[in-house]
């Protein structure tokens, strides 16, 4: 069983950022080629815009006194998606050290108001993030993302989290390649309105059977780019499963995830509703202690969230 990373912090959690994607393509009006978010790093205005969006972030951690996990630009930094956006496997390699830069950049900016910062590359499916994952084997998966995790290799980043995960096969295969590269992982599985990954089985079974296959070798599994209300029929399965629920980061409306993304415009839900949701997990989830937000996100979410998150962890008196 792999340690919990990073380390638990003591009557705080960690924030991470907002649904960075979305709010760059619908708010600020940039394309996502293959909804790849590192190409804009050649981009001087796309990539000053999106130092504020996460000194943002940033802002709402040193307000509500939260540590920070900050996610990478690199969800789409694997060979499948890199040669669909013309990168060669050495300027992939480039990007992949150029967004953990960036972020390491952004942690410095902030040292001196936000402490326990750390640093994740976003590992995302080899497949269609909202569809079965596809027919991939564990050793597949493993030879395949273990490219990815090997160009971190000589960065900044202190682990990897593996994002939008929706079937079991996958995400053996990307722990075992953290696991053989040495790099701390958690995986984030996206799951349907019944609780359910679309491959199948329950978040539940999903979780045990991927801890026994690895021997308990990722650091944590939590879920993202699922609503509240989708995710909640999932916590209903009651049992030791649900201490491995590090990570929560919802949508902030809940509805289908491929519409939420087509829409052409920013759903932003309401973030004062999505924050006293969160509050309900964090209650329900005392373990749960890495909280942001996913597609349609944003500081104002995170905001609400944090000061929903923090109430349950410190009741009034």
Known sequence: MQPDFPPR????????????????????GFELPEFAMYPLL?????????????????????AHDTGMLLNGHDYRASPDWGEKLGYSAEGLREMQHRTIGFLDEMRVEYANRVSDVYIAACIGPRGDAYGTGGDISASEAEDYHSVQLHNLEDTAADMAVAATF????????????????????????????????????????????????????????????????????????QGPWLDRLRYVRPNAARMDKIALCSLG????????????????????LPGADIIGGCCGTDERHLAQIAKNVNAARHPAN
């Open 42 to 62: 050649d981009n001087p205005k796309a990539d000053e815009i999106i130092r504020n969006m996460f000194r943002r972030y940033l802002e709402v951690a040193a």
């Open 166 to 237: 929706n079937n079991i096969p996958e995400a053996i295969g990307v722990i075992r390649a953290a696991n053989e590269v040495g790099i701390p992982i958690g995986v984030s599985l996206t799951l349907t309105p019944e609780g359910h990954l679309r491959s199948g089985p329950t978040l539940r079974a999903a979780i045990e059977t991927v801890d026994e296959a690895t021997d308990g070798g990722a650091a944590w599994f939590g879920t993202n780019c699922s609503h509240p209300l989708e995710f909640e029929p999932a916590l209903a399965d």
């Open 265 to 284: 415009h920013l759903e932003d839900g309401d973030p004062v509703e999505l924050g006293a949701q969160m509050g309900e997990v964090a209650r329900r």
């Open 9 to 28: 912090l003591e009557n705080r959690f960690y924030l991470t950022e907002g649904g960075s994607e979305t709010e760059i393509m619908y708010k600020w």
